[in-house]
């Protein structure tokens, strides 16, 4: 059994005395692991850090099998991302995001492609304009589960204007008309999140999409396997709002 992919490095542990087990997020074959020989190696471990782009080929004897890797680095992003408090953070926080709720050996290209993106953004700007991008990424994690978000129209009137909230029992859109009384209990619909174009988010707008995603993402993909949102993930919260002194 055998593959070539494109991936972006997810994580990487060290196994025996010079072995790695890797961690890597495909795009055809979905998040997967596998044994890289000498990863520990002073020439290969550089390019086998989180946030790399690497071509990989994948071997193994049966299909159910760990496997093993060979990796070629195609784009290096780890060393720039480490040097920003801010775009490490991200950095982590997808990484860990895509290991804990996207299931092993399950192919979402459009996640991987969607995540390529983000990770160029988050070397290239600062997070006032990566974070709106991360929260789309989620949404789009969501979607590609199964858990999407349906904001075409009101859940209560069907009217497609002046969405502002999601119900956080249905993930559905809701108007300021239909949402009534009960708004203060339901998450704001960030304007970039509804596809409305205009100005850049401002920080309280990413904040909201933050709580929206990381709220769905929580109560449909990881607790009900057992697991809780990943600290890398709420750190992400507490830059949100550092963004505004760009």
């Known amino acids: 059994m055998e593959w070539?992919?494109?991936?972006?490095?997810?994580?990487?542990?060290?196994?025996?005395?010079?072995?790695?087990?890797?961690?890597?997020?495909?795009?055809?074959?979905?998040?997967?692991?596998?044994?890289?020989?000498?990863?520990?190696?002073?020439?290969?471990?550089?390019?086998?850090?989180?946030?790399?782009?690497?071509?990989?080929?994948?071997?193994?004897?049966?299909?159910?099998?760990?496997?093993?890797?060979?990796?070629?680095?195609?784009?290096?992003?780890?060393?720039?991302?480490?040097?920003?408090?801010?775009?490490?953070?991200?950095?982590?926080?997808?990484?860990?995001?895509?290991s804990a709720a996207l299931p092993e050996r399950e192919a979402h290209a459009n996640v991987f492609e969607a995540g390529t993106i983000l990770l160029d953004a988050m070397v290239q700007e600062d997070a006032a304009h990566w974070l709106p991008l991360y929260v789309r990424w989620e949404a789009g994690l969501l979607d590609a589960l199964g858990f999407g978000l349906d904001l075409s129209e009101c859940a209560a009137t069907g009217e497609t204007d002046d969405l502002a909230y999601v119900s956080p029992r249905s993930g559905r859109a809701v108007s300021r008309a239909g949402a009534g009384i009960y708004a203060s209990r339901m998450f704001r619909l960030p304007a970039f999140l509804a596809g409305e174009n205009g100005a850049a988010p401002d920080p309280d707008e990413t904040s909201a999409g933050l709580k929206l995603t990381g709220h769905f993402l929580l109560e449909r993909v990881l607790r009900p396997h057992g697991k809780e949102m990943p600290i890398a993930r709420t750190r992400l919260d507490a830059i949100a709002p550092e963004s505004s002194k760009s």
């Open 4 to 98: 070539s992919d494109h991936a972006i490095v997810l994580s990487s542990r060290a196994h025996g005395e010079t072995g790695a087990i890797l961690e890597l997020l495909t795009r055809d074959h979905g998040r997967h692991l596998g044994l890289v020989r000498g990863g520990a190696s002073r020439r290969v471990k550089p390019s086998l850090q989180p946030g790399n782009a690497v071509h990989v080929h994948w071997r193994a004897r049966l299909e159910e099998h760990l496997g093993s890797f060979t990796c070629e680095l195609a784009r290096a992003r780890a060393g720039d991302l480490m040097e920003s408090r801010e775009g490490l953070c991200g950095l982590n926080a997808f990484a860990a995001v895509s």
